[in-house]
């Protein structure tokens, strides 16, 4: 045996010497050269943009994976705007309009679709790359990250109040001259800032307009011209520059923090002696096409007025379920089928145009119509909707 040096290593001088010969190869018997295989890259998710007419569905089916654990497609209806986004049957979606929902409640998914509008973002994994990332145990919710370019903060979606003299509490500091470069400054302590805007936001839309077209002394004019308030779309700098290298146009729908000033609200009516003690009437606003449902002659001190409706609300859902586009016997017939107890979720006329200047529902900010589903929802096969669907999906 070779002596050992007193480090425990065996001493240099002792070692053996190899030469290298390019005809005969390594003279080492113990070295053997083998093929370098490469890890396989893990898959990276699709980004796939679904835009639809008011009244219209997406035209795709979801539901849950057997194991619980992942949410399928499980059909694409030809020439839907599911189909012409590259939407294919087998995809796993990872998230939508942005947020990470594979460990979201299938219905609060289902509903945020649902309600989300003219626009939708779903990043999805292809059957087979799913199955291969699943298998090699990749973490799903880093690989969407992943697939953003690294972290990134979603839009902000603020309504600001003008005070009698401090203003908005913002200002526009972007170059003057240059198109769609709106940099916002704002007052500490001020409107702006209390609504959710920073300093160095990007102002991206304000009033229902994109200001990528604008210039700084359009932009500015507006902002000056606003009496009351002024609703914003803001986002910071280096998210801006995420999105626009992945082509995402950044809308209300993304918005992840909200402050706006109007709501839905859900209410739970118990039949009394005289009924619910309220009236539904179909109506035509002269701002829209489609009749809407309104809640008219709230009977004083009935179920109806105790649980908080107001003569002039418009109709949203019945027990969950969103009644805008229904026909109106239907929509009574859901409420007489109900029984003794209803839940309707409704709007005032100025909040629903306001929501309208958004292209979003009212049901996609309001919490309650998200999260508490009744339990006669919960108890469908999938959801109630104006066109047929398939058992055990939900038509989206």
């Known amino acids: 045996m070779r002596p050992i040096s007193g480090t425990g290593c065996q001493d240099v001088t002792d070692l053996p010497r190899f030469t290298f010969n390019p005809k005969e190869g390594i003279d080492n018997p113990a070295l053997v050269i083998t093929d370098d295989f490469e890890s396989e890259p893990n898959p990276l998710p699709k980004l796939q943009r679904l835009r639809r007419v008011e009244g219209q569905n997406f035209g795709f089916y979801l539901q849950r994976t057997t194991d619980e654990q992942g949410l399928e497609i499980t059909d694409v209806d030809p020439w839907s705007p599911a189909e012409h986004s590259g939407l294919k049957r087998g995809d796993r979606v990872l998230e939508v309009n942005d947020e990470y929902v594979l460990d979201m409640d299938f219905f609060k998914v289902a509903r945020k679709i649902q309600t989300c509008g003219l626009h939708l973002f779903l990043l999805v994994l292809r059957r087979h790359d799913y199955e291969q990332a699943v298998c090699s145990g990749v973490d799903l919710q880093s690989l969407a990250t992943a697939a953003k370019g690294g972290h990134c903060s979603r839009p902000k979606l603020c309504h600001v109040s003008r005070r009698l003299h401090s203003g908005l509490g913002m200002t526009l500091i972007s170059p003057e001259g240059l198109r769609g470069h709106c940099i916002l400054s704002v007052e500490n302590g001020g409107p702006g800032e209390k609504a959710g805007v920073a300093s160095g936001d990007r102002l991206v839309w304000m009033d229902g ?3 990528s077209g604008l210039t700084h002394v359009s932009v500015n004019r507006s902002l000056k ?15 801006e520059s ?9 809308l209300p729908v993304l918005a992840g923090h909200v402050h706006l000033p109007h709501s839905a609200k859900t209410m739970h009516l118990v039949k009394g ?3 619910y003690g309220f009236m539904l009437k179909q109506e035509r606003f002269p701002d829209k096409r489609q009749p809407v449902h309104v809640l008219r002659e709230v009977d004083q001190g009935s179920p109806a ?8 609300d418009l109709l949203l859902a019945v027990n ?10 239907d929509i009574v017939k859901m409420v007489r089928k109900s029984g ?10 100025p909040g629903r145009r306001f929501f309208r200047q958004l292209g979003i529902s009212p049901l996609f900010f309001h919490d309650e119509f998200i999260n508490n589903q009744d339990d006669f929802v919960r108890g ?5 909707t104006a066109q047929p669907q398939r058992f055990g999906d939900a038509l989206l």
């Open 340 to 349: 003794e107890r209803v839940s309707l979720t409704a709007i005032s006329t």
């Open 273 to 275: 002696p005289d009924g």
């Open 380 to 384: 469908q096969t999938g959801f109630q």
């Open 242 to 250: 995420r999105y626009m290298r992945r082509k995402m146009a950044i």
């Open 209 to 211: 307009v994109a200001t």
């Open 225 to 239: 011209k606003s009496v009351d308030s002024v609703t914003v779309l803001v986002i910071d700098g280096e998210s």
């Open 305 to 312: 007025e105790e649980s908080g409706m107001e003569d002039g």
């Open 320 to 329: 969950g379920e969103p009644v805008e586009f229904m026909e109106h016997d």
